[in-house]
Every structure is written in structure tokens, then in C-alpha cells.
Nanobody, 117 residues
Framework: QAQLVESGGGLVQPGGSLRLSCAASGFSSSNYDMSWYRQAPGKERELVATITRISDTTSYADSVKGRFTISRAADKNTVYLQMNSLKPEDTAMYYC??????????WGQGTQVTVSS
């Protein structure tokens, strides 16, 4: 059964860094477009970053461009989100998402990121 498990969230001060991990099982994440989304209380879920299955092309929301980096480790079947220069407005639940041609889609359970002094 396909599954995504996020980890690495926590409480960090403004300006700090965190690295989120998304471990896939039951399928090869290298064959999927992998994304990170986030949802803050009272707000809609928004796309943060994507890495494509073809050429590992990356894209980012304007709000995180230059601060966040998405990457994958095929040998570990894991996708990462390195988050630097964190701001209070980055506080949200972060979700991992796998998509294959919109035919197969999987979500993780989420990991909480809180940026506060």
C-alpha cells in the first residue's frame, strides 16, 4: 500500500532552518512528481514546492523562493524540503504529495512547523 510519512517539523526561531523529510513506501517516488504543500490555520492549502519526475525540475511558490529547496534521494525513496531563513508566516502544517499524471495521488499525514520567538 502506498504511503507517505513526513518528519522533521518542530518549533524554530525566526531566521532558523529546518529540513523536512517525506519517506515513501509502496511505490517509487522517483517515478512521481513530488510536492510539498502547507496549510496554516484558517487558510487554504497552498503549493510550496515541486520536483518533477522528469529531469528533477524544481519550482517554488514566490513566498519561499530563494529560501526553500526541494530535493530527492532516490536510493532512500525520500523527498526533502530544506527551509532556511524561516519567518513566522511560514508557520503551518506541511504535507507531502505524490502525483503521477493525476492518475495516482497520495498525501502524507503532515508535519507541523512553527516559527516563533
Amino acid at each position: 500500500q502506498a504511503q507517505l510519512v513526513e518528519s522533521g517539523g518542530g518549533l524554530v526561531q525566526p531566521g532558523g532552518s529546518l529540513r523536512l523529510s517525506c519517506a515513501a513506501s509502496g511505490f517509487s517516488s522517483s517515478n512521481y512528481d513530488m510536492s510539498w504543500y502547507r496549510q496554516a490555520p484558517g487558510k487554504e492549502r497552498e503549493l510550496v514546492a515541486t520536483i518533477t519526475r522528469i529531469s528533477d525540475t524544481t519550482s517554488y511558490a514566490d513566498s519561499v523562493k530563494g529560501r526553500f529547496t526541494i530535493s530527492r534521494a532516490a536510493d532512500k525513496n525520500t523527498v526533502y524540503l530544506q527551509m532556511n531563513s524561516l519567518k513566522p508566516e511560514d508557520t503551518a502544517m506541511y504535507y507531502c504529495h505524490a502525483n503521477l499524471l493525476k492518475l495516482f495521488k497520495y498525501w502524507g499525514q503532515g508535519t507541523q512547523v512553527t516559527v516563533s520567538s
